[in-house]
Structure formats: structure tokens, C-alpha cells
């Protein structure tokens, strides 16, 4: 009977263990995705933004393009992405107006069509490649922008046959060099649930950047795998059921504000949910669960990318700031400069970069703001705390030594 008991008791503890391991997977995944921001950033000089826009659009599955002239990096950081991620099979294409469907989907196999049978050849086109990447996308012909308008809505492709090819890919990323001026092509722009407008980097920043290029390890390091992406993406839409009722409303009002300055926000895009396309409520839902943001937060910041013409940012920016002041905007920053001079042993500037923050968010307090902003102001100041925990541990640490 003892020994039963303790054959029972064994096979709980396994259970209860397995059942903590399964717990902790999606949130070692989202740590994941976090690192891989972090891994792209650290490549570049000023394009932390970007990276983590692009990490989001992976959690969400949702399609990304980056808009700006030649010569800002738009390429070079989805390559970055791509070569970091362990079982990535990466597709990319420069688009012209000569590309046709078979260079994207591969060729018809020519010995099958004498044969009487329509078939195409497989190996590292789309329908091979989980992370897809359309160079200059908007630049296709009329038939080629026809067969993508279902890969980026439905992740299928009608063939010409009438057959249905499935395409694989998480997330479909693109660049260009202007936005796309014809009304055929507003469709597959409103498919894009972020749209960036990338701009070359400050002149104060060219010397730290020069010196990055000249002494960037050439190695290839993969940061993730593609179960850590799926992992993360079950985990964003976990968090987006757990978390429904404040997504929605703070989509609703982002969107209300939006559409009230003029600026179209489709309702595809605004209320999709589909575990295969990241529509706006799950690219909110991944940016707020892998930077660690209210959904309120969340959707405020990444209504930006909604925004499809950089000639109305200005009206945008207007209208935004009735949602979110400018004092939690800065007082966030601070918080972020802090964290990174703490990792950097700069622990006098990170003490002084998070007492400023903290005097920010009192003088909001003070203004009777708090409760409008409670959520967030709670959470910056339990990142303050934290910092200056950890401050206070270092610098024991520090005199500890000293002493020795």
C-alpha cells in the first residue's frame, strides 16, 4: 500500500512538473521574441523601432512593409530578422512589372504538362517558405498583384488551373521606396496591418553607425526557432482571449479617433481575428505582451502604422496626444534610457534617468491625471522600483568588493 502511495505521489510530481514546463513554454517563447528585437537592433544604429515592429509582426503573423527612400535599411533588417530564426526557410524577390505568378510559385513542371497534368515544381519558392519577403511589392504586374491579394489575406493563392495553393508563410514582409499611388493597389496596401515610414537616421548618429559597420561581427547567430514563433503566436492569442474586453475598447478608441481626423482605417483591419493573419487586435495583443505594455499603451502606439499616407502623421500626432500625454510619453523613455545605462554599469545615470521619470509621473499625479492613466502610471512605477532595486543591489555588490 506505502509503495503504491509513493508510485502515485512520483507520477503527481511528474505531472504537476510537465504541467509547469508546458506553463512556462509560451512565456520562455515571448522572452524569445523580446531577444530577438534586442539581436536586430543591436546590428543597427537607430532602427530599434523597426526591429521590434518587425518581431511584432512575426508574433502576430501579421503582413509588414517598410516605406522610405533608398538606403534606409528596410532590407537589410528583414534579412537581419530572417537569418536569426533556426528553421527559417526564407523566401525573397525583387517585384518588378515584368514578374510573373511562376517565378513566385515556382515553375510548371514541364514533363507533367506533356503528360496531360498541371503541376508545379516545389523547392524554395512561396509555397515552400515560411517567412516571405516581396521586395518593392507594389511595383507587380496587375496579374502577379492579383494572386497575392489571397496569400496575404487568406495565406492562399487560386492557381491558374483553379487548383488552391497553400502558402505557409507566418508573416509577409515587403519594402518600398513611396507608397503606392493607384487606387488598384489599395486593397493589398490596407492587407499590411503595419505600415512603416522609415526615415535615414539623425547626422548626430552617423559616427556611432560608421563605427558599428566597421566593427560588426560578421557571424550568423539564430536567436529563435520557428517553435518559439509559433509558441509566441499561441501565446498572443491566449493573451488576446484573456484580454478581449480591454483590446477591444482600446481599439474602439483609437479607431474612433482615427476615422474622426479623417484618417481610413478599414474594418477588416480594425476588428479581424484570425489565428493565420495578424489583423490590428493581434498585432496590439503581441506588442503589448512582448514589450510589456497595456493594451491601452499598445494600441496607442501602434495606431501609427495604421496610418497609410506620412502626409497626415501631423494630424495624427495631433489627435493621439488627447489619448496619451506627451509627460507619459517622455517619462516612458526616460525609464527606457535607464534600463539601459543600468545594463551598461552607468548606475549613477540610470539612478538619475529614473528619479526624473518618477518625477514626471508625480507631477501627473499631482495634476489629477491618475486615474485617466492609471494603468500605466501604475506600471511605469513598478518598472522604477525595480530599477532602483536593482541599482541598490549592484552597487552592494560594488562596495562588497571594494572592501575585499
Request: charged share 25%; net charge negative; proline share 3%.
Amino acid at each position: 500500500m506505502i509503495q503504491k502511495k509513493l508510485i502515485y505521489k512520483q507520477a503527481l510530481c511528474h505531472d504537476v512538473e510537465k504541467m509547469e514546463v508546458e506553463k512556462s513554454r509560451p512565456l520562455d517563447a515571448v522572452a524569445k521574441m523580446r531577444a530577438l528585437a534586442d539581436a536586430v537592433s543591436a546590428e543597427f544604429v537607430g532602427r530599434d523601432v523597426e526591429s521590434q515592429l518587425a518581431v511584432t509582426a512575426l508574433a502576430s503573423s501579421a503582413n509588414l512593409v517598410f516605406i522610405g527612400e533608398p538606403g534606409v535599411a528596410k532590407s537589410s533588417l528583414i534579412r537581419s530578422l530572417a537569418s536569426k530564426i533556426d528553421g527559417g526557410r526564407f523566401f525573397y524577390y525583387l517585384m518588378t512589372k515584368y514578374t510573373t505568378p511562376d517565378e513566385l510559385l515556382g515553375p510548371i513542371d514541364p514533363i507533367a504538362f506533356k503528360n496531360g497534368t498541371f503541376k508545379r515544381m516545389h523547392g524554395s519558392w512561396m509555397p515552400d517558405s515560411n517567412i516571405v519577403f516581396l521586395d518593392e511589392l507594389f511595383k507587380a504586374s496587375s496579374a502577379t498583384l492579383n494572386a497575392l491579394l489571397n496569400a496575404m489575406n487568406e495565406r492562399m493563392i487560386v492557381d491558374f488551373d483553379g487548383s488552391v495553393i497553400d502558402i505557409p508563410a507566418i508573416s509577409i514582409f515587403s519594402a518600398s521606396n513611396e507608397i503606392p499611388q493607384s487606387s488598384d493597389l489599395r486593397a493589398l496596401y490596407d492587407r499590411f496591418a503595419i505600415k512603416a515610414f522609415v526615415n535615414p537616421i539623425s547626422t548626430d548618429l552617423i559616427p556611432k553607425t560608421v563605427r558599428l559597420n566597421v566593427n560588426k561581427a560578421r557571424e550568423k547567430r539564430t536567436v529563435v526557432s520557428i517553435d518559439d514563433i509559433m509558441m509566441a503566436k499561441k501565446a498572443v492569442q491566449d493573451y488576446l482571449r484573456q484580454n478581449a474586453d480591454s483590446v477591444a475598447d482600446s481599439i474602439g478608441e483609437v479607431v474612433s479617433l482615427l476615422r474622426g481626423e479623417g484618417i481610413s482605417v478599414s474594418d477588416r483591419m480594425a476588428v479581424g481575428v484570425d489565428e493565420n493573419i495578424g489583423y490590428f487586435p493581434a498585432v496590439v495583443s503581441a506588442y503589448s505582451l512582448i514589450f510589456d505594455q497595456t493594451p491601452r499603451k499598445a494600441a496607442i502606439i501602434m495606431a501609427r502604422y495604421l496610418v497609410d499616407d506620412p502626409s497626415a502623421m501631423g494630424t495624427f500626432e495631433k489627435a493621439i496626444e488627447t489619448l496619451y500625454p506627451k509627460e507619459l510619453t517622455i517619462a516612458q523613455e526616460k525609464i527606457e534610457e535607464a534600463t539601459a545605462a543600468l545594463g551598461a554599469g552607468e548606475l549613477k545615470k540610470a539612478k538619475e534617468l529614473a528619479y526624473e521619470s518618477m518625477n514626471m509621473l508625480q507631477d501627473l499625479i499631482k495634476s489629477g491625471k491618475f486615474d485617466l492613466y492609471r494603468n500605466e502610471i501604475e506600471m511605469m512605477v513598478k518598472r522604477e522600483e525595480s530599477i532602483m532595486e536593482a541599482i541598490k543591489q549592484t552597487q552592494s555588490i560594488i562596495d562588497k568588493a571594494a572592501k575585499k
